[in-house]
């Protein structure tokens, strides 16, 4: 089995291994991002952005999935860090000045407690941190309203963000994990007795917001959204064709402008 994997591991090298900070890096650049490091509530963040965030009325925060916590047979990830670009592929389509916000710990930026990208991924210390992050990358303009984007476990920290971020007046979330309790059942996952639970903790008064849902998903069941929807409002809409990855950087320019289309006067919080 080592010497299989040492194997594996100099194949890779030799076609141009990269870690995932280092594709994502590459592909803002290609995309044209600049990118930086912020400092939240304790951790450091990378972020990726596009367009004047400085003076946008409007800023779009994206929110990626949890990446990958576990290895196999529950062994903790050391860099828990995204390898998909998908939601940079998302907000390539996005005209409005955008954030694409990483999360505590990811990125190989610190030392931290592994709880953190595992049983705590959306626990109160992870979103305090974010949020102070989205407020200290637009110290310079406090007059812009917000919108978050979550996709996946993002979809459901951008529903726990809002409560502590005034600007925040709409939220879109993209095969989001809305209940994970049931999330955790379901798949048979190690439960996240650390994090909030969004369906239970969310609080949305006053904002408008959109659910995404896949009805081919496997890993986010429609299911999810719809209870959470059932609970708390907004707007659901199902795409029968797609699954939790396909095919939603298709399709997102023509979504985002129903999801997040013109919002008239100033945040109704």
Known sequence: MIVRSLAWCFLL???GCASPTTKLDRRAQTLGFSIAVVKGDG???????????????????????DGRPWLWHRQVAEDP???????????????????????????????????L???????????????AAVQQLLRYNEQASISLVGYSGGGALATLMVADLPAVDEVVTVAA???????????????????????????????????????????VRPEMARRFVERHGGTLREINDFDHRCCWADQWAELLAVSLGAVSGPSAR
């Open 13 to 15: 090298v030799l076609v």
């Open 43 to 65: 951790f450091l963040h990378r972020a990726y952005m596009s367009g004047d965030i400085d003076s946008a009325k409007r800023v779009h925060v994206y929110l990626d999935g």
């Open 81 to 115: 860090t995204p390898s998909s670009t998908l939601v940079l592929e998302l907000m390539s389509q996005d005209s409005t000045a955008s954030i694409y916000l990483g999360r505590p710990c990811y990125f190989v930026l610190e030392r931290c407690d592994d709880r």
């Open 117 to 131: 990208w595992t049983t705590a991924r959306y626990s109160p210390q992870v979103v305090k941190s974010m949020t």
């Open 177 to 219: 994990n809305l209940d994970i309790d049931y999330w955790v059942a379901l798949h048979g996952y190690a439960p996240l007795d650390d994090s909030f639970n969004p369906i239970e903790s969310a609080d949305l008064a006053g904002v408008r917001h959109w659910h995404w849902v896949g009805g081919r998903d496997e890993e």
